[in-house]
């Protein structure tokens, strides 16, 4: 790519106005200080509110600021992927709009890269200003996603990170549509290492990961990186068929040495309930495995773009094409 900087900091942003511009300023201050070339790619992922105006009027004065307007809101990891799709950076930064990730671990971030990492990924020590709904959740999630999964996604971690061209590339060529990056910068593989610290609280605003997104979110993580729901439905009603059998037998019993046989109306409904609890919760399970085949099937790009700042031509030409190659 003819246009080529040192780093490109991604920043995927959801009704930010309150914060944009202060982020601007701030991650500007600490890119300056470093002397590199670099580009701050913005991503809008179909905000409704003044977001968009803002970073064009930013981008107007700033060539640095690259601009991609989604056509509607595609979700955080998508805008993510759209990002590291423009980026041109020998390093790509990913970091969040409302400045609880500090940008001015960049550069420590970058001392690593240059030690000879790949991927220096934020850990959460510790997180402020959230409740403790969403840090007990949170914990627990990362526990169970590592039980469950044979990739190594590191506890604590958000998508605050640096990671080197080749990462980046690496992650491109994975087009499917339930992403989870965080998860497949570990399957990825190369030279990683944790850069710890205090996760700050948002600045201004409201979060813009309610439940239900946190939800799809750890059901995107738990079905792309794992398939032991599945293995667990079937074991699961092994053990109900066991059990099954087991209680057949006493019926019989019951039916042919003793005049007990109608009493046993209770135990009907319990097992009636319980087999018919177990066995829509399965039929759920293999529902999100069997939508997302679906989705995945259909071969639709991951996001659509309705407007570009400060995006070359040549370099927009030239991605549409490795986008197409990319689908291959
Ligand atoms: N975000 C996005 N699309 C969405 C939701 C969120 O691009 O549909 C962005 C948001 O603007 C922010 C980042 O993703 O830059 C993280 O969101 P947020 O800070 O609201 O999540 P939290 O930190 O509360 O988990
Ligand atoms: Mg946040």
């Not at 293995?231 to 007990?260: C, E, N």
């Amino acid at each position: 790519m003819s246009r080529a900087v040192f780093l490109s900091v991604v920043v995927p942003m959801y009704n930010e106005e309150e914060v944009i511009e202060t982020t601007y300023r701030r991650i500007t201050q600490v890119l300056e200080a470093l002397g590199e070339t670099y580009e701050i790619v913005f991503v809008n992922d179909g905000s409704r509110d003044r977001t968009a105006p803002i970073v064009r009027e930013l981008g107007a004065s700033d060539k640095r600021v690259k601009l991609i307007d989604f056509s509607r809101n595609f979700g955080h990891q998508i805008a993510v992927t759209a990002g590291m799709d423009y980026a041109s950076g020998r390093v790509v930064v990913l970091i969040d709009a409302d400045l609880q990730d500090p940008p001015e671990l960049i550069p420590d971030m970058i001392a690593r890269w240059r030690e000879g990492y790949d991927v220096v990924y934020g850990k959460r020590i510790a997180r402020k200003g959230e409740s403790w709904f969403k840090k007990a959740t949170a914990s627990a999630f990362y526990r169970i996603l590592q039980a469950m999964t044979s990739v190594d996604i590191p506890l604590d971690t958000g998508d605050f990170r640096l990671m080197d061209r080749k990462v980046c590339d690496a992650i491109r060529q994975m087009r499917e549509r339930s992403r989870f990056i965080r998860g497949m910068v570990s399957w990825a593989g190369f030279r990683q290492t944790a850069l710890e610290y205090v996760r700050e609280e948002r600045f201004a605003g409201e979060t813009k990961y309610p439940l239900r997104k946190m939800i799809r979110l750890s059901l995107d993580a738990l079905t792309s990186f794992s398939t032991k729901p599945l293995k667990f439905a079937g074991i699961l009603g092994f053990m109900m068929s066991a059990a099954g059998f087991i209680y057949l037998l006493v019926v019989l019993y019951q039916k042919f040495f003793t005049d007990t046989t109608l009493q046993g109306w209770t135990s009907m409904v319990v097992i009636s309930l319980l087999f018919h609890g177990i066995t829509l919760s399965l039929l759920g399970v293999f529902g999100e495995y069997i939508g997302r085949i679906y989705e995945e099937t259909k071969g639709r790009p991951l996001y659509v773009v309705a407007e570009t700042l400060n995006v070359e031509r040549e370099e927009e030409a030239e991605l549409r094409e490795r986008q197409l190659d990319l689908r291959r």
